[in-house]
């Protein structure tokens, strides 16, 4: 029976994975702050994953088959983890995201971004950035990710991939995002959207975990893009939660902050490396109308 520790794993789809790990025969624990309990049948370590003596305290006598780190944000809980976990698992697995690509560099329309475009072997690390604060961590979501990447793939302490998630859609989605839309559209507001309206990646709750989960019987290293075929825009989100009624959509004033999911620069992703190490994936449009379905009854 493999040994599976999920850092995080008590929300959204990081509750769908170790739920899909358990139901497959893995034995199944997951690292958190105990705020709230597992599922039955998996087995919770409390620990502060910055906390290097606590987790140190929770690991003791431990190893696992593999880790899947739902909650690494930043190079210092990315190197407290490459000393915590050497010698104690065979493999790990990051849950990274599309927004390592917002880099400030421009990027041709119409070219998905492939894992190429953010090396994670290539991109300096930079430990003298405040991230201690916890508002400067939230500002720079994409780079702290960047970052922590880097430090996984150099410190060479163990098998390493990164999993970078398209915009991931679901009903327990705690963003509001989606929700976002809804309301503006119940209401008859705008919805501000970039004039350019460029199409980005997505995917769902359940094609998040799946992957994950079929990750972690994988072998494959660096980091892999995970989105379903069809990218969309903040126009065609408008359209399919509208669903035949009216809306309305305006640009955003100077000073005012565009819907989210609406871009002014292309943001889709190549997916071709999911596909090519055997993973079969899905389509927007085959999974979005039932999701939005089953969120407006919520």
Known sequence: MEKILVIGGNRYFGRHLTTLLRDTGAQVSVLNRGSTPPPPG????????????????????RDFDVVVDQVCYTPPQAELAVHAFAGRTGRYLMTSTIEVYDTGVPHPAGVPLAESAVDPAQWPVRPELPWHDAEFVEGAYGEGKRQAEAVFTR?????????RLGHVLG???????????????DAGRPVLVHREDQPSSYTNEQEAAAFLHWAVGQDFTGPVNLASHGELTATDLCELIADGRPYRTA??????????????????????RAQQLGYPLAHTRDWLPGLLTAAATR
Do not use: C, K, W
Request: hydrophobic share 45%; aromatic share 12%; proline share 6%.
């Open 155 to 163: 410190a060479g302490a163990f098998p390493f991939a990164a999993v």
């Open 251 to 272: 640009a955003p004033a100077p000073g005012e902050q565009a819907s989210p999911f609406s871009f002014d620069r292309y943001y889709g992703m190549d997916n071709s």
């Open 171 to 185: 009903t327990a989605d705690f963003t509001g995002r989606l929700a976002h839309y809804a309301e503006r559209i």
């Open 42 to 61: 998996i087995t919770q370590l409390v620990a502060d994953r910055g906390d290097e003596a606590a987790l140190t305290a929770a690991l003791a006598g």
